[in-house]
């Protein structure tokens, strides 16, 4: 069996990862690494956990010593890395934490695979998963983050990531060690840490709680479901050229106030309020510093050599989403209160 190492599969996309290729390849062996920080949760994989070709194991990637061990113990041949510290908010308040992890935690993998793999390259893979914001922000002119974007990371968050990709290209051009990259736009769906704006935001308007938008709300974000997002991991993983990097979105961009509105619009008639209900909830606060104007993707290379598109409509997809977190107020409920938190004792008796 082959093992593929999967880190951050406790995590939002992480999770819908390892869920799509535990069930779709019982040929391989999916070990799933993380640290289970507050963005982890197990409780996300309760559906595939007793599944024989999966394993989940409790490990921070800056552990240099344990991930030797793990790729020798498990006999890694390939990696799809997501583990990081990914929300912008934090790493305004906390820019030490995403340099540890997302810059050295890549680090200490890379130079794992690149020890453990010795000189022999043949049939591994390092494939990294990132993000559009490492190419900066677009003003309103209609253009596109293409692959050649210069980098332009502004928050430490998007500086952190920059400078993972910077060291994953470098272990490729130094070392030869086989990798992939793929930059992608903002993901929404089930599973998402309710800090992020679209979970967040269902959940406030659940409890009737004040919707903080960030400055006027003018700010642009291309989004794309997260099933859409994984279905293009694994297409690039399996067939991707080595050395290559791809650009992940669904061309379609919302100003963060009217997807606000729609949000509002769906969720206000799927609890049953009269149509406009929540709009007073709508609370204009501070902005973000440093706050990005506009991500928009250009994901032809992918379409165009690889044939992937998103298969959902963004009104299907936010329809979807919105009921899926109305359905599971429980797994909301558990994040908010910390108690998913403790599922991994429970589960794992230690
Ligand atoms: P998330 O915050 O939901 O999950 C991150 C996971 O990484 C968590 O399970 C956490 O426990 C784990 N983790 C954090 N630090 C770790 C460490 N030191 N060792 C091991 N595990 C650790 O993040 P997400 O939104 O699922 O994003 C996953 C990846 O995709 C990230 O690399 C992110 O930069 C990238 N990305 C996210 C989006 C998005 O819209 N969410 C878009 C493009 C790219
Ligand atoms: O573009 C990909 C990135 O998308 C990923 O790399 C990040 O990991 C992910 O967090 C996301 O970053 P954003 O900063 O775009 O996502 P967030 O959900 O935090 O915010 C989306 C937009 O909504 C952004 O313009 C800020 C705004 N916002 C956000 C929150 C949480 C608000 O106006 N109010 C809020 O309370």
């Not at 680090?107 to 591994?124: P, R, T």
């Not at 909830?281 to 506009?294: E, K, M, S, W, Y």
Request: with cysteine; hydrophobic share 35%; glycine share 6%.
């Amino acid at each position: 069996m082959k093992t593929i190492l999967i880190t951050g599969g406790a995590g939002f996309i992480g999770s819908h990862l390892v869920r799509l290729m535990v069930n779709k390849y019982p040929e391989y062996h999916i070990v799933n690494l993380d640290k289970l920080t507050y963005a982890g949760n197990l409780t996300n994989l309760k559906d595939i956990e007793k599944m024989p070709n999966y394993t989940f194991v409790k490990a921070d990637i800056c552990d240099f010593e344990r991930m030797k061990a793990i790729f020798e113990q498990y006999n890694v041949e390939g990696i799809i890395h997501l583990a990081a510290e990914s929300h912008v908010d934090r790493s305004i308040k906390d820019p030490f934490a995403f340099a540890q992890t997302n810059v050295m935690g890549t680090l200490s993998l890379l130079q794992a695979a690149k020890i453990v793999w010795g000189d022999n390259f043949e049939g591994k893979l390092f494939y990294h998963v990132s993000t559009d914001e490492v190419y900066g922000a677009l003003k309103n002119d209609g253009s596109f983050f293409v692959e050649t974007t210069r980098y332009n990371p502004h928050s430490p968050y998007s500086a952190s990531k920059a400078s993972s990709d910077h060291f994953v290209r470098a272990f490729h051009d130094t070392y030869a060690l086989p990798v992939k990259i793929s930059n992608c736009s903002n993901n929404y769906g089930p599973y998402q840490f309710p800090e992020k704006l679209i979970p967040l935001f269902i959940n406030n308007i659940r409890h009737n709680k004040p919707l903080p938008v960030y400055g006027t709300g003018e700010n642009v974000r291309d989004w794309l479901f997260v099933e859409d997002h994984v279905r293009a991991i694994d297409l690039i993983f399996h067939k991707g050229k080595v050395g290559e990097t791809y650009n992940i979105g669904g061309f379609n961009e919302w100003r963060n106030i009217d997807l606000i509105k729609v949000m509002v619009k769906i969720t206000d008639r799927l609890l049953g309020r009269a149509e406009g209900t929540s709009e007073k909830l709508i609370t204009f606060v501070p902005d973000r510093a440093g706050h990005d104007l506009r991500y928009a993707i250009d994901s032809t290379k992918l379409h165009e050599e690889l044939g992937w598109e998103p298969s959902l409509q963004f009104e299907e997809g936010i329809e979807k989403t919105i009921k899926w977190y109305i359905a599971n107020q429980d797994w909301l409920d558990q994040v908010t209160s910390g108690d998913y938190m403790r599922y991994y004792e429970e589960m794992y008796h230690v």
